[in-house]
């Protein structure tokens, strides 16, 4: 089921039809994530640097390799940090576009069903927000373990297959149903989600595809809905 929706899903990211989604969601990503760099990068030269010179006001001419190899150390600690910041920034815009591209698969794949109600923006806005924040500080306890080898590796997938497994399923379930089905939904399934979170999750440490991470995600859990929808009524269909 949940290698069925993935597949789906990843055909679905150069369909014709989600297109103008697809340029959408992946310069909003890239806008983002470029805003994000050029902050962390001018927060590092404007309160970090000082710091340092601070306690190292003489430095030798010798010594000017350490600055190299600081400045190294430096990019790739703003590198990492962005790299953490890729899974909330995914969570927010896909609270933007999640209804375009259910609407898109909903109508091409399910052509039959009633389709789903659009969240309001208002309500989308707020939701994607809080969901910001929850990815934040769950990002932020994995940031907590990452020099222990392995757990640091295992934290990342485990914060983020909950989270995103958690959020995008929520969301999607939202189109057809009220926020305390769906959560109730997501529940009774719970390992299925999860699962299927940590599928995006891998989705997302994967350098440059990650960038069309919420256009993925998205389309995998409307599919992971319909097939759990389907398969609860099945039972209530077959004793009527």
Do not use: C
Not at 128 to 133: A, D, L, R, V, W
Not at 185 to 200: K, P, Y
């Amino acid at each position: 089921m949940i290698f069925d929706a993935a597949a789906l899903s990843a055909r679905n990211l150069f369909s014709p039809e989600t297109r103008t989604v697809f340029w959408k969601t992946l310069g909003l990503t890239i806008l983002v994530l470029i805003g994000l760099w050029l902050g962390l990068r001018e927060s590092f030269i404007a309160f970090v640097m000082p710091m340092i010179q601070g306690f190292i006001p003489d430095l030798p001419d010798w010594a000017g390799w350490l600055t190299f190899i600081f400045g190294i150390l430096a990019s790739i600690g703003l590198a990492l940090g962005l790299a953490l910041l890729l899974s909330p920034v995914t969570a927010i815009i896909a609270g933007l576009f999640l209804d375009d591209v259910a609407e898109v698969v909903e109508r091409r794949d399910y052509p039959n069903d009633p389709p789903g109600k659009a969240m309001p923006m208002a309500q989308a806005i707020v939701a994607s927000i809080k969901f910001f924040g929850v990815v934040i500080v769950g990002n932020l306890f994995a940031l907590m373990l990452l020099f222990i080898p392995g757990v640091n590796i295992i934290a990342f997938f485990l914060v983020n297959g909950y989270l995103l497994g958690r959020e995008f399923f929520e969301f999607a379930a939202m189109r057809f149903r009220s926020v305390e089905d769906a959560k109730l939904l997501r529940s009774r399934h719970s390992g299925t989600v999860f699962m299927a979170g940590l599928v995006i999750a891998l989705f997302l440490a994967v350098p440059i595809v990650n960038l069309l991470t919420p256009l993925f995600a998205a389309g995998l859990m409307v599919h992971l809905h319909k097939a759990l929808a389907a398969r609860d009524a099945a039972p209530s269909l077959r004793q009527s």
